[in-house]
Structures are given as C-alpha cells and as structure tokens.
C-alpha cells in the first residue's frame, strides 16, 4: 500500500535515513527541516502521514503537531512522533496534541511499517467518508456545523484478564466520562457488542482461554462491530501480537505499565475519530434523504422516482410481469394559491400527499413529480388494477375537507392518467421510463381537457379510456 510521507526533522542525517527506508518500501517522501516549513507544505502537498521529530529549535514537534490540528486542511493527516524521550508524560502531552502514535529512537522498521499501514488504512477510510458527504454540496444540501464531538456518556467494552487492572481501567476511562463494561472472554465480549455495541474495544493480548487476535479478527468481520476501534493492552515483548493486531485492523496500543492518563487520552482520540465517522455516516445518510426527497410533502421527488423506475424496469424485463404508472394533477391549483395565498397551497399539497399515502401499497412509489403534479408507480399492476386504485384516489381527495383559512373550505379535486407496461416492451430500462411516464402524462392531461376530476386510462399509444 503505497502512500504520501512527510518527514519532519532538523537533523538532516535522520532526514536522510527515514527518507531512504520508507522510499525502498515504495512510498512517495517529502522532507521539511523545520516546524514552520512543515506547516508550509503539509496543506498544499496533503501527505497521507507525518512523521513528526520532537525535539527541534524555535518551534518544538508539540506546537507543530497541535497547530497542524488546528489547520481544518491538515487536522486528519494522521502524525506520528518520533523521541528520543521516553517518559510516559510526554507521550500524554503529545497525544493531547493530536498526536497518533510515538516511536522512540532508534526507530525499529517493523513497528514503523506497521504503524505506518494501520494509520494510512485509517485515513483512507475516513477520506472516503468525507469525499462522500463533500459531494453533497453538488446536490445543494447544506450540513448542520457541530463541533467536536464530546466522548462523556460514550460506552467502552474491555475483555481484561487482570481484576485490579480492570479497575484501573475503568477509572482512568471514567476520568473522561467513558463508561465501560467487563467481560472475560471472546465469546461474551461478541455477544455483548452485536446486542448492545459501544464506541471502544479494549482487548488484553495476556488472554490465555483463547486467541485474542481471533476476538480483533471477528470484530472485523462483523457488521455490527466494523468500525468499532480497538485498543491493544499489551506487555513490551508483544511486538509481533502487535504487528499481527495491526493488521487485522487494530487501531492503537498502550504497553503496560499502563500509565492512566495514556490510556484515558488514547481511549479519548479513538472515541473522537469514532464519533467523527459516525457523524460522516449520518451526514451522508441524511444529505441523500434530502437529494432525494421532496421537503414539502415528503413524499419521494422526481430524480428519485427517475432512477427507481428504471431499475423496476429492468427487473421486469428480466422477470416478466407489469408494471403501472400514475400522473396527478390538483385540479386549478394556481385558484388556491390566487384567492388564499402560497401558505394554503401548500397546505393543500401536504394534503393530497397525505391522501396518497394513505391510498397506495407497501411496495408502490409516490412521487411529488413537480409543482401541483405527483406520480405513483405500481409494481405487478396492470392497467385496469391501476385504473381501480386511481378511481378510490380520486374520490378520497374530493372527499377531504379542505380549509385555507379559518371556517372557509375549499374543495379539493384530482385528475389522474395511467398507463401500463409489460416485460415485452421493455428493451431498455431508462427509455421504457421514458416511455411509461410520456404515457401517464399523455393521460393526465386528456383528462384536463374533458373536464378534470376524472381519471383516464390509456391503453395502447393514443387510445384513451376514461374510468370515470
């Protein structure tokens, strides 16, 4: 897996060294000497890493790292520090930064590597994620701004083999606000995660009942826990249960001793990444429900009804069966809007909406198609099916009791067209769309002009029955 690497480092041999070792591993590397030129070129080059020196003058790894945080081009390029200091409290005082990981020096190129292609992985997931709710703009949808997310009342899971650990544990998560929950074995941690789920696995490597990369490895797999991020307990001679978790998706790691403001801060930015991603999801979720929705009554708008009558279309053709379609009008719509203002013809369009759905099956597609006209589509329909169904339509709208204003009614009325296809006719899915909906609207508008209120049929291209 290849990737952009930015080293940032004022020792030019150390420079020369990280840049000759990730290069033989065939990853893209750019340097920078100093802490201002790194915030100079991580923005315009967009490396998929930092690796990101402590100890260098005038401005030290820590404020390049928080100012690189703080930058909304730069905040999700994961960075890695590399020390020579070893003491728990600064690698605290780094992840508070925004940092992701630390390497001590002399770096070990396995650990490297292997942080190296868990955080890439990382950040191509979250890069994905983003490019998807950044093409929303295309659609319109403008995104509620939060901020950040806030971990306080988030759940943790921890399989923990030790009892006085555990309750070391579950203090130094509860100093953030994270509650947590203990279990003793794979098989108990799986049935609590896929029945209730939470924001952080903690996995104890010491697990000796059973293999715990098997627990990392079906939390993976499973849908329910995918993207649920897992923290590592493990002893300094883990190394290669290290490698092997990252690769099975792991996504950070605390050696113990376990220092407790460590793990309350890498519980913290994992949770935070998390929640994040979950606010993508939902963001992305929601911009298509409004790509595709009609905010006004609700109902499902016409590119959705476009695309979704397509792809009937092609099942029908290769399923065989029929499939009809409706167009509807409200009957002198412009009168509402005229005589009692836009607030009451939009009231009588929620109306007639509410009407529709009340009306039509499970299984059928309601549209609002543009302006005062709807359309539904009828799977497994045949005309005189959907002839019947436009004619109870129709006599449920002149039935409703419409007031635009206060203790004046206004009555409401529809004119429907249908039409019908059949897997014969059906040669291509998009132009038999085309074809389906020219027809309902051919219909629809015979109807109009013999008086409307009625709803009219037509049978073959240019022959048209009235219903009623």
């Known amino acids: 897996m290849s990737a952009r690497i930015l080293v940032v480092d004022d020792v030019p041999s150390n420079v020369k060294l990280l840049e000759a070792r990730l290069a033989a591993e065939y990853y893209e590397v750019r ?25 260098m003058p005038g401005m030290d790894g820590f404020e390049v790292c928080a100012r690189l945080k703080a930058n909304g081009a730069t905040e999700h390029i994961p960075i890695v520090m590399v020390t020579a200091l070893g003491e728990s409290c600064e690698r605290v005082r780094g992840l508070e930064a925004g940092a992701d990981d630390f390497l001590t020096k002399p770096v070990d190129d396995e650990t490297l590597f292997a942080r190296v292609r868990s955080l890439v992985r990382l950040k191509r997931i979250l890069d994905e994620w983003r490019l998807r709710a950044e093409t929303t703009s295309q659609l319109g949808v403008r995104l509620r701004q939060e ?42 941690a799986m049935a609590r995660l896929t029945s209730a789920g939470c924001d952080l696995v903690l996995l104890d490597l010491r697990l000796a009942s059973e293999d715990p990369l098997r627990l990392a490895s079906r939390l993976r797999a499973e849908e329910a826990t995918r993207d649920t ?13 290290l490698f092997r978790g990252f690769d099975l998706g792991a996504n950070d790691y605390i050696l113990r001793p376990l220092d407790a403001n460590e793990l309350r801060v890498r519980a913290r930015n994992q949770i935070r990444r998390k929640l994040y991603q979950d606010r993508l999801r ?16 609700g109902l499902h708008n016409q590119r959705y009804l476009r695309g979704h009558l397509k792809s009937l279309l092609a099942s029908l053709q290769a399923g065989g069966g029929v499939l009809a379609a409706m ?11 005229d005589r009692y203002g836009h607030a009451a013809g939009d009231a009588a369009l929620q109306a007639v909406a509410t009407a529709i759905r009340k009306q039509v099956r499970l299984f059928d597609t309601v549209a609002r198609y543009g302006g005062e006209e709807f359309a539904i589509v009828m799977p497994g329909a045949t005309a005189a099916d959907a002839a019947v169904a436009a004619e109870r339509l129709r006599r449920e709208i002149a039935g409703l009791r419409f007031e635009p204003l ?63």
Do not use: C
Not at 283 to 296: E, R
């Open 282 to 297: 939902a963001d992305l979720a929601y911009s298509i429900s409004l790509a595709v929705t009609d905010p006004l009554t």
């Open 147 to 188: 901020p950040a997310p806030s971990v306080r009342g988030t759940r943790a899971v921890a399989l923990v083999v030790d009892t006085l650990e555990w309750q070391r544990v579950a203090a130094a998560l509860a100093a953030e606000g994270i509650g947590a929950d203990r279990v003793t074995n794979g098989h108990e």
């Open 31 to 55: 340097t920078a000497q100093s802490g201002p030129a790194a915030l100079e070129l991580a923005p315009v080059w967009a490396p998929d890493l930092i690796l990101l020196d402590v100890m």
């Open 229 to 241: 991020p897992v923290l590592l307990l493990a002893e300094p001679n883990h190394r290669q249960l």
């Open 406 to 468: 206060p203790g004046v009614t206004h009555a409401l009325t529809i004119s429907i067209g249908v039409a019908a296809v059949g897997a014969e006719e059906v040669d291509d899915g998009e132009a038999a769309a085309e074809i389906l909906l020219r027809r309902a609207d051919e219909a629809l508008y015979q109807a109009k002009r013999q008086g409307r209120n009625q709803v009219v049929v037509l049978q073959n291209e240019g022959e048209h029955v009235s219903a009623a």
């Open 327 to 337: 167009m509807l009008d409200l009957d002198h719509f412009k009168s509402i809007n």
